[in-house]
Nanobody, 123 residues
Framework: QVQLLESGGGLVQPGGSLTLSCAAS????????MGWYRQAPGKERELVAV???????NYADAVKGRFTISLDNAENRVFLQMNSLKPEDTAVYYC?????????????????WGQGTQVTVSS
């Protein structure tokens, strides 16, 4: 069973920076993509950024130029560097992993979610 462990959330002032980290543990054949989503109070969960194993990236328009996603394939870990944070970035940030794992003697592609980490941007 794969688990995703997130870290790095917290309280930061507007204009500040935070780095989120998410590590996938367990038996994994390959990572197809990892990404970050966020959910603010009263809103739906939305994509923040995603990176494939080939290091192709995609960002939400709201974070382009401020956030950077990176992937350490050897460590099965994804990072989200967040700069120039704004109050509207306040949300619970969730790690997502689309990976291939052993299953019933074969393999399967499966989607995992982390528990979420709170990011609060406030003065």
């Amino acid at each position: 069973q794969v688990q995703l462990l997130e870290s790095g959330g917290g309280l930061v002032q507007p204009g500040g920076s935070l780095t989120l980290s998410c590590a996938a543990s367990g038996i994994i054949f390959s990572i197809n993509a990892m990404g970050w989503y966020r959910q603010a109070p009263g809103k739906e969960r939305e994509l923040v950024a995603v990176i494939t194993s080939g290091t192709n990236t995609n960002y939400a328009d709201a974070v382009k130029g401020r956030f950077t996603i990176s992937l350490d394939n050897a460590e099965n870990r994804v990072f989200l560097q967040m700069n120039s944070l704004k109050p509207e970035d306040t949300a619970v940030y969730y790690c997502n992993a689309d990976l291939t794992e052993p299953w019933m003697g074969l393999s399967r592609e499966y989607d995992y979610w982390g528990q979420g980490t709170q990011v609060t941007v406030s003065s």
